[in-house]
């Protein structure tokens, strides 16, 4: 795999902390392409950004933004990235349009036209005090404060995290807005599968710090299917199977390889064979319980 | 560097003026307060988890270190120069009265500040030190035995300066080891493991 022009290259990435490890993580994401990074609490989610945004010194490995080493006394590679955590580290005393002021301050490519629009359109009271914002306008601010100065790679780690679901509909409609018109690259972490059915071209899945799969979403939704069926045999080990119920001779399989699955319960002279599709959400529950949970009853 | 002192000097302005007014006023023991201040403003840049803010800005790892040591520092150069400022000018008042000068004289002050400074620095390199350790014991020893290392060089050029010397020998001298303490916090901060704890 070609590494050259890539909005980020990740290269034998590995971080390890007491009782964790992430890695070997190897991934390539392309300008303006939008990847959700899945997995449940602990995957290596955060700890992946944050090796790419610069906040945790990997242990091994390397990362690239747009070819440039992420390297701590370099800047160069900052000024393609915008970074959004849980926290933020505001100026809490100061206001909200004070603080996008001074971050501003710092970006040589910040438009403070931008960053009205953007204002305007989350509704974000600027003249409101960071530490008095409510914790979705905290997002707002820190969402406007990542994108003021057009960075070509976006790095949102659980953007919405704790937020309602009113607010969480709020940032992403206006994210979805201002990521549309743009070319940025995107990799979006979040355990909250709805926000990235949403957003995301692709999906990677990690889970114990190790990268599992990586997908486009429409491919997954095209390939997984729950197949029910009757059949008076064993069907624990059909194709592209990864759970499997069975009571009598009725069984319902959920298969990430639709056509596979389908060809043999042809060929093994299955009945009533009714398919459906499944969510991205349910697909990705089943990738990341793993292929060890076919059970017969 | 200096766009994120100027930030923490904005943001602290406050506290700053009431801090300075009180080391203009007490001397010497407003410098110990100037000092105990930048500290503490610091920490409490810190609560409010600063470097998330500060780490993904197009600045530099050694910038944000540097800022880091360079804030506690000019709370108490200021401080220093508000209270040698006043000192010199009660000196220069009395002489002119023919009281002759008080024992608080700019150059006593000076000198006073200077060793404070050499111990701000020393405990922001032992916090690093803390953080950068993580808790893991024979890294914090090592890290203890580079700080109980530091100490002994400095009593020792302290004494010896002091013996073979003058006051602004020593008061050199300990401003080359603040300066190396300096470079030791920015080191420690630019190879900290992570800058997402605490």
Redesign the interface.
């Known amino acids: 795999m070609s590494f050259d022009g890539l909005a980020i290259s990740l290269r034998g990435l590995e971080k390890r902390y007491p009782g964790f490890a992430l890695g070997p993580v190897d991934l390539a994401i392309e300008p303006g392409t939008v990847v959700g990074l899945v997995g449940p609490n602990g995957a290596g989610k955060?700890t992946t950004l944050?090796c790419i945004?610069?906040?945790?010194?990997p242990d091994a490995g390397t990362v690239e933004i747009y070819g440039r080493p992420n390297r701590?006394?370099?800047?160069t590679w900052?000024?393609d990235?915008?970074?959004v955590?849980e926290?933020?580290?505001?100026?809490?005393?100061?206001t909200a349009e004070k603080n996008l002021r001074?971050?501003g301050?710092?970006?040589?490519t910040w438009s403070d036209q931008r960053v009205r629009r953007m204002i305007e359109r989350f509704e974000l009271p600027p003249a409101t005090r960071a530490m008095d914002l409510s914790k979705g306008n905290r997002t707002k601010l820190a969402l406007i404060a990542?994108l003021g100065h057009s960075p070509r790679l976006l790095l949102l780690d659980e953007p919405t995290s704790g937020l309602d679901p009113l607010v969480r509909n709020e940032v992403l409609d206006v994210l979805w807005e201002i990521l549309e018109d743009g070319e940025a690259a995107i990799l979006y972490s979040t355990h909250v599968l709805s926000d990235i059915s949403r957003l995301a071209d692709e999906l990677v899945f990690l889970r114990q710090g190790q990268n599992l799969l990586r997908s486009e979403k429409e491919a997954l939704s095209e390939s997984w299917r729950r197949i029910s069926f009757r059949l008076d045999a064993d069907a624990a080990t059909l194709a592209g199977t990864v759970d499997h119920k069975r009571v009598g001779i009725e069984h319902q399989v959920i298969s990430s390889d639709q056509e596979s699955t389908l060809q043999q319960l042809n060929e093994l002279g299955a009945e009533n064979i009714e398919e459906s599709r499944m969510t991205i959400d349910e697909i990705a529950v089943e990738i990341l319980r793993g292929k060890d949970h076919v059970e017969s009853r | 560097m200096w766009?994120l002192v100027r930030?923490s000097l904005a943001?602290h302005w406050k506290t700053l003026l009431v801090v300075w007014i009180i080391a203009a006023l007490l001397s010497k023991l407003g410098l110990v307060i100037s000092a105990i201040v930048g500290v503490a403003l610091l920490s409490a840049e810190d609560k409010?988890?600063?470097?998330?803010?500060?780490?993904?800005?197009?600045?530099?790892?050694?910038q944000v270190g540097l800022s880091r040591v360079v804030f506690p520092a000019m709370v108490l150069g200021v401080g220093t120069a508000a209270s040698a400022l006043l000192a010199g000018l009660s000196s220069a008042i009395l002489v002119g009265v023919g009281a002759g000068p008080t024992a608080n004289s700019a150059w006593n002050v000076l000198f006073f500040a200077t060793m404070l400074m050499y111990l701000l620095q020393l405990l922001l390199t032992m916090g690093e030190l803390q953080v950068w350790t993580g808790g893991r014991f024979l890294r914090t020893l090592m890290g203890g035995a580079a700080v109980v290392l530091l100490l002994g060089i400095a009593t020792l050029t302290w004494i010896a300066v002091a013996m073979f010397g003058s006051y602004l020998w020593v008061a050199l001298g300990t401003a080359g080891l603040t300066l190396g303490l300096m470079g030791l916090t920015v080191s420690l901060f630019?190879?900290?493991?992570?800058?997402?704890s605490g």
């Not at chain 2, 190879?191 to 997402?196: A, G, K, N, V, Y």
């Open positions: 955060t944050n945004g610069g906040l945790v010194a701590p006394d370099d800047t900052k000024h990235v915008g970074y955590g926290e933020h580290g505001f100026y809490g005393r100061w001074v971050i301050g710092l970006h040589r990542a | 766009n930030l943001y409010e988890r600063r470097l998330l803010l500060h780490l993904p800005l197009p600045v530099t790892r050694a630019r190879r900290r493991p992570s800058f997402t």
